[in-house]
C-alpha cells in the first residue's frame, strides 16, 4: 500500500476560524444550513483522496510506472494548489450567549423546560449549551443537531464532542448526504447516518467521538446498500454535514449539556455536490385520503382534522399546540408547506381559478387550470374560504370543477363553510363547514348547539361536517377599542373549550379555531387562548379513535344541580338558590353518546345561562348521569389528560346510572367492555400527563394575573367586592397547592388544583359581571358589558355619563310610527324577502300600539301550514334614515318590543342593531313577551352615517313602538366614586333590568 502523507499548513488562520465558527453557529437559525466554506488547514486534496477511495491492488500493481507517474503528477498538483483549497480543524466553544442546537421532539410526549447557553456548568471555558427535559413515560426519544461546515468523509475525520446528563446513553452520530442518490421514499437527495460512542456515565463529562475510518464507512455501505434495494447506491461526493445526540427519555427530568465540539480534519465537498438544505428535508407524501360516509381516513388511519389559519407565526407553535392542519394562503409556497410537513403537520389552502377579465370564474368547460403536479404535495385538501352565501353557490360549482379536473392525480377533497343551503353544497364538496359566532352576542350555548345540529341535519346525508370555533372578539369590537385606545375584550378559555365540546357533542367530525390576530400575539388573554388551544387540541387527540371513527347516536340533558335529567321535572330551588351566591344560575349539562369500534363515548359540555358573555363556575360534585342500553359487562372510566379513572354504576330503572365524584365544565367518559382500549389509552395518557398539568398551571397563573389586574382597576373606581379579598387568596392558596404536587410529580392532583384556581376567579368573574349588567336591558346593550376585561371601562363610561351635555331631541322624528309619509319622507327602507314559502305583513298598526295610535309591527307565517320553513335570510328588514355620528358622540337609542308568540324557524329571531357595531353586538328576542323597553348605548369611534336595522327572521309576530335616538356628547372621565357595594346590598326589586333606564336617565336631561 502506497503512504500518501498529509500537508499542513504553516500557521493558523485564526481570523477565518473565528468566523467559520460564527457563521456555523448561526446557520442553525434555518434548520439545516449549509454552513460556508472558508479557507483550510492542510489536508489531503480532494483528486488525491479519490485515489484512496479506489479497491486496493496487489503490491506490484501499485509499483507500475504508469501508476507511479500519476501518483507523482497528483502529488505535484497538490503541491501547487492554493491554501484556501486546504482543511483545517473545527471548533465549537459554546461561549456565546445564543443556543445554536437544533432539537427534535414530539412536543405531545416530552417538554422542553430549558434551552440556555450556561455560564457556570461548562466542560472548559466559560459556556455550555444545556437541555432539560420532561417525559411521562419511558421510550421517548429527542434528537439535537449541531451545525458543522460540510466536510468530505476521511479516513481520519473525527466529530467529537464533550457531554454531560443525569441519564446515560445519549450517542453521537454522523449525518451523511450522497448528493448523487435520490431517496426512494422522500423524493429528496438520500442521508443516513453513522454511530459513534455512547455516554456511559450519569452526572459527569465524557468525551464521546464518531469516525469515520475506512473500516466504518465499509460496513456502513452494506447496510445501506441493503436498505436500498433494488436501487442501487451511489457513493460518490459523500460528505458529512451534520453531529447528531440522540437520547431516549424516561420518566421525570433528563438534563443535557455540551461543549467543546470538535471536527477534525475538514475537507470542503466539490461545490457542485454541496446540495441546498432544503432539498435534505423530509417531503410528506402525496396523501391517502379517503371517506366512509362521514368519517376522514388519512394514510389509512381515522384522522379528526384540527385546523388553525396561519398568521405568519413560526411553525414549531402549530407543532406546539398540536394542530394537525394549517390553513396558509399561498398553495405555492412549498417552503412553508415543508416546514409544516417537516413537523407532521398537513397544509389546506385555496386552490387557484381561473377567472374572466370582469372576475368572475369560468365554467370548467370554457376555462380550466394547469394540472396540479407534485409542488402541491403536502396538501391534504383544498379550502374554498368560509361564510359562502347561497347566492354564489354557482361560481363556487364552477371553482370546484376546475379544480376536480386539475386535481386528477390526488384528488384531495374540498371544504367549504356556508352560511345556508346546506343541502345544495354537500352535493359538490365533500367537506361542509358551518359554522356560527356566538361568543359576547345575545346566542347561548344552548342556541348554538341546536344550531349546529340543525345545519348538520339540513346537508346530505353522511356528509363529513366540520365547524369554525371563535377564539377572539368580533372585528368591530376590537376595532372600535383599538381605536378609541382601550385594552382588548378578552375571550375566556373557558368559552373556548365550552364552544369546542358543544361542537363535538352536535357530532362535528373536524374542527377549525377561528382567528386574525396572530397566535403568539401578546397583550390580555392572548396567553390563555395559547395554552387552552393546547389543551384541547392535547384532549381531541386522545378522544381521536372515538370522534373520527364514531356517530353521535343518542343526545340528552341532565339538571346537575339536582342530579336529575331534565324531562324528570325535578325540584331545583335549592340548587338555584346555592348557584346565586356564587354568581351562577342552575346549571345543567348537554350530553352526547357517541358509537364506535373500540366502544362509547360520552361526552358532557356545561350549559349555563349568559355563559358566552362571562362563565360561572360551572362545576359540581357528585353528578349522577342515567344511560340507557348499555351491556352488563361494560367497563365505564373517565378520560382526563392524567388519568384514566374507574367510575361508580349500578343499575336503575330504564339504563345504568354512572357516579362522577366530580364535574368541571366538560367531560369524557368512555364505555368499553375490552380492556385493551382501555390499556391502549391509558398508554396515551402516559405520554401527555406531565405537560398536560403543566398546562393547567399556567393557564391558571395567566388568568389568576389577569383577574387581579382588573380587580385593581375596578377596586380603584370603587366598584370592587368585599367578595374579591377572599376569593383571590383562595385561588392563590390553591394554586399554590397546584404547583407544588406537580414538584410531587402528582399530575392529576396539579391539574384537579389548577382547574380549581380557575373555578374560583370564575366566581369572581361573574360577580363583577352581574354587578354591573343589573343597568342595562341587555349585555349587549353597551360594548362595555359583553365580557369581564372590559367591566372597568363601563364603570369609567357611567362617570362620563354624570358629565356629559344634555340630549338634544330624538333624531328620529318618526321613531313613534304614527306616519307612514313621515316614515317614508324621513328616509325609512325596507326589504322584504323573496321566498315563496312565507306571508310576510308589515304595516303600521293600530291593534297593539304602546304609546299613541300606531306602532310597527312586522309578521310573518307559513305559505303553506304543513310545511316547515327554514329561511336563509330575514322575512324582513327596517333600515333606519341615517344618523350622522363623529368620534366622541355616545349614541343613545330606546324604545319598546312586543313578541306576540315565540319565533320559530331560525336562530336570530328578532333583532334590532346599528351599522357601526353590526350584528354580532345586537339586541335579540325571540320568547313571547309582553312589551318592554329596550336601550342601546354606542360610543362612537368614527365618524360615518350610521343606520338602525330591525330583522325578523323566521315565522313570528313582532311590534316596535318609541323608537328614539339621542346622541350625547361625551367629556374626560373623571374619577367619581359609584357605590356598588350598596348597590349589591339593596333589595332585590330595586335591581331589576326594567329600572336600568331610571339608572341612566338621570344622566340624560
Known amino acids: 500500500m502506497v503512504f500518501i502523507p498529509q500537508i499542513h499548513?504553516?500557521?493558523?488562520?485564526?481570523?477565518?476560524?473565528?468566523?467559520?465558527?460564527?457563521?456555523?453557529?448561526?446557520?442553525?437559525?434555518?434548520?439545516?444550513?449549509?454552513?460556508?466554506?472558508?479557507?483550510?488547514?492542510?489536508?489531503?486534496?480532494?483528486?488525491?483522496?479519490?485515489?484512496?477511495?479506489?479497491?486496493?491492488?496487489?503490491?506490484?500493481?501499485?509499483?507500475?510506472?504508469?501508476?507511479?507517474?500519476?501518483?507523482?503528477?497528483?502529488?505535484?498538483?497538490?503541491?501547487?494548489?492554493?491554501?484556501?483549497?486546504?482543511?483545517?480543524?473545527?471548533?465549537?466553544?459554546?461561549?456565546?450567549?445564543?443556543?445554536?442546537?437544533?432539537?427534535?421532539?414530539?412536543?405531545?410526549?416530552?417538554?422542553?423546560?430549558?434551552?440556555?447557553?450556561?455560564?457556570?456548568?461548562?466542560?472548559a471555558g466559560q459556556g455550555a449549551e444545556r437541555m432539560q427535559f420532561v417525559a411521562g413515560e419511558h421510550g421517548v426519544p429527542v434528537q439535537i443537531e449541531c451545525a458543522m461546515p460540510p466536510s468530505r468523509i476521511l479516513d481520519e475525520l473525527t466529530l467529537s464532542?464533550?457531554?454531560?446528563?443525569?441519564?446515560?446513553?445519549?450517542?453521537?452520530?454522523?449525518?451523511?448526504?450522497?448528493?448523487?442518490?435520490?431517496?426512494?421514499?422522500?423524493?429528496?437527495?438520500?442521508?443516513?447516518?453513522?454511530?459513534?460512542?455512547t455516554l456511559e456515565k450519569s452526572n459527569s463529562w465524557q468525551r464521546i467521538a464518531c469516525r469515520t475510518n475506512d473500516d466504518a464507512i465499509a460496513k456502513h455501505l452494506i447496510l445501506w446498500r441493503a436498505s436500498l434495494k433494488p436501487t442501487e447506491l451511489d457513493p460518490r461526493g459523500m460528505y458529512i454535514d451534520r453531529i447528531i445526540l440522540k437520547q431516549t427519555l424516561g420518566p421525570g427530568?433528563?438534563?443535557?449539556?455540551?461543549?467543546?465540539?470538535?471536527?477534525?480534519?475538514?475537507?470542503?465537498?466539490?461545490?457542485?455536490?454541496?446540495?441546498?438544505?432544503?432539498?435534505?428535508?423530509?417531503?410528506?407524501?402525496?396523501?391517502?385520503?379517503?371517506?366512509?360516509?362521514?368519517?376522514?381516513?388519512?394514510?389509512?388511519?381515522?384522522?379528526?382534522?384540527?385546523?388553525?389559519?396561519?398568521?405568519?407565526?413560526?411553525?414549531?407553535?402549530?407543532?406546539?399546540?398540536?394542530?394537525?392542519?394549517?390553513?396558509?394562503?399561498?398553495?405555492?409556497?412549498?417552503?412553508?408547506?415543508?416546514?409544516?410537513?417537516?413537523?407532521?403537520?398537513w397544509a389546506t389552502a385555496w386552490p387557484p381559478s381561473a377567472k374572466s377579465k370582469q372576475g368572475t370564474i369560468l365554467d370548467?368547460?370554457?376555462?380550466?387550470?394547469?394540472?396540479?403536479?407534485?409542488?402541491?404535495?403536502?396538501?391534504?385538501?383544498?379550502?374554498?374560504?368560509?361564510?359562502?352565501?347561497?347566492?354564489?353557490?354557482?361560481?363556487?360549482?364552477?371553482?370546484?370543477?376546475?379544480?376536480?379536473?386539475?386535481?386528477?392525480?390526488?384528488?384531495?377533497?374540498?371544504?367549504?363553510?356556508?352560511?345556508?343551503?346546506?343541502?345544495?353544497?354537500?352535493?359538490?364538496?365533500?367537506?361542509?363547514?358551518?359554522?356560527?359566532?356566538?361568543?359576547?352576542?345575545?346566542?347561548?350555548?344552548?342556541?348554538?348547539?341546536?344550531?349546529?345540529?340543525?345545519?348538520?341535519?339540513?346537508?346530505?346525508?353522511?356528509?363529513?361536517?366540520?365547524?369554525?370555533?371563535?377564539?377572539?372578539?368580533?372585528?368591530?369590537?376590537?376595532?372600535?377599542?383599538?381605536?378609541?385606545?382601550?385594552?382588548?375584550?378578552?375571550?375566556?378559555?373557558?368559552?373556548?373549550?365550552?364552544?369546542?365540546?358543544?361542537?363535538?357533542?352536535?357530532?362535528?367530525?373536524?374542527?377549525?379555531?377561528?382567528?386574525?390576530?396572530?397566535?403568539?400575539?401578546?397583550?390580555?388573554?392572548?396567553?390563555?387562548?395559547?395554552?387552552?388551544?393546547?389543551?384541547?387540541?392535547?384532549e381531541i387527540t386522545l378522544l381521536e379513535p372515538f370522534l373520527a371513527s364514531g356517530e353521535v347516536i343518542h343526545r340528552f340533558n341532565i339538571d346537575l344541580e339536582t342530579n336529575q335529567q331534565e324531562n324528570q321535572n325535578a325540584d331545583s330551588t335549592s340548587g338555584a338558590k346555592a348557584a346565586s351566591r356564587n354568581g351562577s344560575e342552575p346549571l345543567s349539562a348537554a350530553a352526547a353518546v357517541v358509537r364506535s369500534e373500540h366502544g362509547l363515548l360520552i361526552l358532557l359540555n356545561g350549559m349555563e345561562e349568559n355563559a358566552q358573555y362571562v362563565p360561572g363556575p360551572m362545576g359540581q360534585s357528585d353528578v349522577r348521569v342515567m344511560i340507557r342500553g348499555l351491556p352488563e359487562s361494560a367497563f365505564l372510566w373517565q378520560i382526563t389528560p392524567t388519568g384514566l379513572w374507574p367510575l361508580e354504576t349500578r343499575r336503575v330503572t330504564g339504563g345504568t346510572e354512572i357516579r362522577l365524584p366530580r364535574f368541571n365544565?366538560?367531560?369524557?367518559?368512555?364505555?368499553?367492555?375490552?380492556?385493551?382500549?382501555?390499556?391502549?389509552?391509558?398508554?396515551?395518557?402516559?405520554?401527555?400527563?406531565?405537560?398536560?398539568?403543566?398546562?393547567?398551571?399556567?393557564?391558571?397563573?395567566?388568568?389568576?394575573?389577569?383577574?387581579?389586574?382588573?380587580?385593581?382597576?375596578?377596586?380603584?373606581?370603587?366598584?370592587?367586592?368585599?367578595?374579591?379579598?377572599?376569593?383571590?387568596?383562595?385561588?392563590?392558596?390553591?394554586?399554590?397547592?397546584?404547583?407544588?404536587?406537580?414538584?410531587?410529580?402528582?399530575?392529576?392532583q396539579a391539574r384537579t388544583n389548577a382547574e380549581l384556581t380557575c373555578q374560583l376567579l370564575r366566581i369572581l368573574q361573574r360577580l363583577y359581571w352581574q354587578q354591573a349588567v343589573r343597568h342595562v336591558s341587555s349585555p349587549t346593550s353597551m360594548p362595555h358589558t359583553i365580557c369581564f376585561q372590559t367591566l372597568p371601562d363601563y364603570w369609567k363610561l357611567i362617570q362620563q355619563l354624570g358629565k356629559a351635555n344634555s340630549a338634544a331631541s330624538s333624531h328620529l322624528r318618526s321613531g313613534r310610527f304614527e306616519d307612514p309619509d313621515a316614515m317614508l319622507v324621513e328616509g325609512w327602507t325596507k326589504d322584504v324577502t323573496s321566498s315563496k314559502e312565507v306571508i310576510v305583513y308589515d304595516a303600521l298598526d293600530p291593534e297593539t300600539a304602546h304609546e299613541g295610535d300606531y306602532c310597527l309591527r312586522m309578521a310573518s307565517i307559513p305559505s303553506e301550514a304543513e310545511r316547515p320553513?327554514?329561511?336563509?335570510?330575514?322575512?324582513?328588514?327596517?333600515?333606519?334614515?341615517?344618523?350622522?355620528?363623529?368620534?366622541?358622540?355616545?349614541?343613545?337609542?330606546?324604545?319598546?318590543v312586543r313578541l306576540a308568540r315565540p319565533i320559530s324557524g331560525g336562530l336570530e329571531g328578532f333583532r334590532i342593531y346599528d351599522s357601526q357595531y353590526g350584528v354580532a353586538s345586537c339586541l335579540k328576542w325571540s320568547e313571547q313577551s309582553d312589551w318592554q323597553q329596550f336601550e342601546l348605548i354606542r360610543p362612537i369611534w368614527k365618524q360615518e352615517d350610521l343606520h338602525l336595522f330591525l330583522e325578523l327572521h323566521g315565522l313570528g309576530d313582532v311590534s316596535v313602538d318609541d323608537l328614539q335616538v339621542k346622541l350625547l356628547r361625551l367629556n374626560e372621565p373623571e374619577i367619581v366614586e359609584v357605590n356598588a357595594t350598596e348597590q349589591a346590598d339593596a333589595p332585590e326589586e330595586t335591581k331589576s333590568k326594567g329600572n336600568a333606564l331610571d339608572f341612566l336617565n338621570r344622566f340624560i336631561k
Open 869 to 896: 320553513v327554514k329561511l336563509q335570510e330575514p322575512a324582513v328588514t327596517y333600515r333606519s334614515p341615517v344618523i350622522p355620528v363623529k368620534q366622541g358622540d355616545l349614541l343613545y337609542v330606546t324604545g319598546w
Open 364 to 538: 370548467a368547460r370554457q376555462a380550466n387550470l394547469v394540472p396540479f403536479g407534485r409542488e402541491t404535495d403536502g396538501i391534504l385538501f383544498w379550502n374554498l374560504g368560509v361564510r359562502i352565501e347561497p347566492e354564489t353557490h354557482p361560481q363556487l360549482k364552477h371553482w370546484v370543477h376546475q379544480v376536480k379536473s386539475s386535481d386528477r392525480e390526488q384528488n384531495r377533497p374540498l371544504l367549504a363553510d356556508v352560511t345556508g343551503d346546506e343541502l345544495i353544497f354537500s352535493r359538490d364538496v365533500e367537506m361542509l363547514g358551518v359554522s356560527k359566532h356566538i361568543l359576547q352576542s345575545p346566542y347561548s350555548y344552548r342556541d348554538y348547539s341546536a344550531h349546529l345540529q340543525e345545519r348538520k341535519q339540513m346537508a346530505q346525508p353522511g356528509t363529513f361536517v366540520m365547524t369554525w370555533l371563535q377564539t377572539e372578539p368580533s372585528r368591530a369590537v376590537t376595532q372600535y377599542r383599538k381605536a378609541a385606545g382601550l385594552s382588548p375584550a378578552v375571550i375566556e378559555p373557558e368559552q373556548i373549550r365550552l364552544q369546542t365540546y358543544a361542537a363535538l357533542c352536535a357530532g362535528c367530525k373536524g374542527l377549525g379555531f377561528w382567528n386574525w390576530t396572530p397566535l403568539n400575539a401578546e397583550g390580555p388573554g392572548y396567553k390563555e387562548r395559547r395554552l387552552v388551544l393546547e389543551q384541547l387540541c392535547q
Open 161 to 197: 464532542i464533550s457531554v454531560f446528563s443525569n441519564r446515560p446513553g445519549l450517542q453521537i452520530f454522523g449525518r451523511v448526504v450522497f448528493p448523487n442518490q435520490t431517496d426512494p421514499d422522500t423524493g429528496r437527495p438520500l442521508t443516513r447516518i453513522i454511530g459513534g460512542e
Open 253 to 345: 427530568m433528563t438534563e443535557i449539556l455540551i461543549d467543546d465540539l470538535r471536527v477534525n480534519p475538514v475537507v470542503k465537498p466539490n461545490a457542485e455536490a454541496l446540495v441546498s438544505p432544503n432539498d435534505l428535508q423530509p417531503k410528506m407524501t402525496a396523501p391517502r385520503i379517503r371517506f366512509q360516509l362521514d368519517q376522514l381516513q388519512v394514510q389509512g388511519r381515522p384522522f379528526f382534522p384540527i385546523v388553525i389559519p396561519y398568521q405568519k407565526e413560526a411553525p414549531e407553535l402549530f407543532e406546539q399546540l398540536g394542530a394537525n392542519v394549517v390553513w396558509i394562503d399561498n398553495y405555492l409556497n412549498r417552503d412553508l408547506i415543508d416546514q409544516f410537513n417537516r413537523r407532521g403537520i
Open 9 to 123: 499548513s504553516l500557521k493558523r488562520r485564526q481570523n477565518q476560524q473565528a468566523k467559520l465558527h460564527s457563521q456555523t453557529e448561526s446557520s442553525l437559525n434555518h434548520p439545516l444550513s449549509i454552513v460556508p466554506q472558508l479557507s483550510f488547514r492542510s489536508a489531503v486534496h480532494k483528486e488525491v483522496q479519490t485515489l484512496r477511495s479506489v479497491p486496493r491492488f496487489r503490491l506490484n500493481t501499485l509499483l507500475s510506472s504508469n501508476f507511479c507517474l500519476t501518483l507523482l503528477a497528483a502529488v505535484a498538483w497538490l503541491l501547487s494548489c492554493p491554501a484556501d483549497t486546504f482543511a483545517e480543524d473545527f471548533e465549537n466553544d459554546f461561549e456565546s450567549e445564543q443556543t445554536s442546537c437544533r432539537i427534535e421532539f414530539d412536543p405531545r410526549k416530552v417538554a422542553l423546560k430549558t434551552h440556555e447557553r450556561n455560564q457556570t456548568l461548562a466542560f
Open 665 to 748: 365544565m366538560t367531560a369524557a367518559l368512555m364505555v368499553a367492555t375490552d380492556q385493551g382500549v382501555a390499556q391502549e389509552i391509558e398508554r396515551e395518557i402516559q405520554k401527555v400527563q406531565v405537560r398536560s398539568a403543566e398546562l393547567a398551571i399556567e393557564l391558571a397563573e395567566a388568568k389568576f394575573a389577569r383577574v387581579v389586574d382588573v380587580d385593581s382597576e375596578l377596586m380603584q373606581a370603587s366598584v370592587g367586592l368585599p367578595e374579591a379579598s377572599h376569593l383571590l387568596d383562595e385561588s392563590r392558596r390553591t394554586l399554590e397547592i397546584a404547583r407544588e404536587a406537580f414538584t410531587k410529580e402528582q399530575y392529576h
